[in-house]
């Protein structure tokens, strides 16, 4: 499988629910990105690892929770969400060096009741 | 700080039609600046980018130009086509720390007709 890759592409959860969104990279890269994508909003950068370490975190509730175990996978822990995060989140990647190219995932839409 | 204003979609077109979408910015220091397309059910794709004022990007017919004495980036198209009805974003990028950095408009819709 090549480029990034985002699982599930659809989620559904109570705001009781724990759930996982993953992301993998098959680009070698060793920056990733979660972005969160609201209708008729700017993306929104929500965390940045750089050499599996988090390097930006911009003021995101303690609800999303980060992880970066490698530098292919990328993990965004979800808990007692709120119906306003129901949002199109998207995975992206990229070399460290320079104004780079971010690769992004297709998404995992989430909708929480 | 920095920001990126598009114009308000929906943009409708009939097949073959020029295609200007506008973009601004605002940015500390020197920008490289961005064009990505969002095709439906889909991630982010980049379309084009230029890394310094004057310079034109340009792919699969697109073209946008960075004039740093307007702040501007539009991306222009001579004759668009179906297959080109995506959501179309705007963003800059400053020099990264350790990591790059963008920052995005607010996307604009593109819808082309036969």
């Known amino acids: 499988e090549t480029g990034v890759t985002q699982t599930p592409r659809h989620l559904v959860m109570g705001m009781t629910n724990k759930k996982s969104l993953k992301c993998e990279q098959h680009?070698?890269?060793?920056?990733m990105y979660w972005y969160k994508q609201s209708a008729k909003k700017p993306l929104e950068l929500m965390f940045v690892?750089?050499?599996?370490?988090?390097?930006e975190n911009n003021s995101v509730p303690s609800r999303f929770s980060p992880e970066c175990p490698n530098s292919s996978h990328l993990f965004l822990h979800l808990h007692t969400l709120q119906p306003e995060d129901s949002a199109l989140y998207l995975c992206a990647s990229s070399h460290l060096t320079g104004l780079e190219e971010q690769y992004f995932g297709p998404g995992t839409r989430l909708t929480v009741l | 700080g920095d920001s990126v204003t598009q114009m308000e979609g929906p943009v409708t077109l009939s097949e073959e039609a020029f295609l200007t979408i506008n973009c601004t910015y605002t940015a500390t220091g020197y920008p490289s600046l961005f064009w990505y397309v969002q095709y439906p059910g889909e991630g982010l794709q980049l379309l084009l980018k230029?890394?310094?004022?004057?310079d034109k990007g340009s792919n699969k017919g697109f073209e946008a130009t960075y004039r740093k004495e307007t702040t501007s980036f539009h991306l222009e198209k001579g004759s668009v086509q179906v297959s080109d009805s995506a959501v179309y974003f705007c963003a800059l990028m400053v020099l990264p720390g350790t990591a790059s950095k963008l920052t995005f408009g607010t996307g604009t819709r593109l819808q082309v007709t036969l």
């Open positions: 680009l070698g890269h060793n920056a």
């Open positions: 690892y750089s050499l599996e370490e988090r390097v």
């Open positions: 230029a890394t310094k004022a004057d």
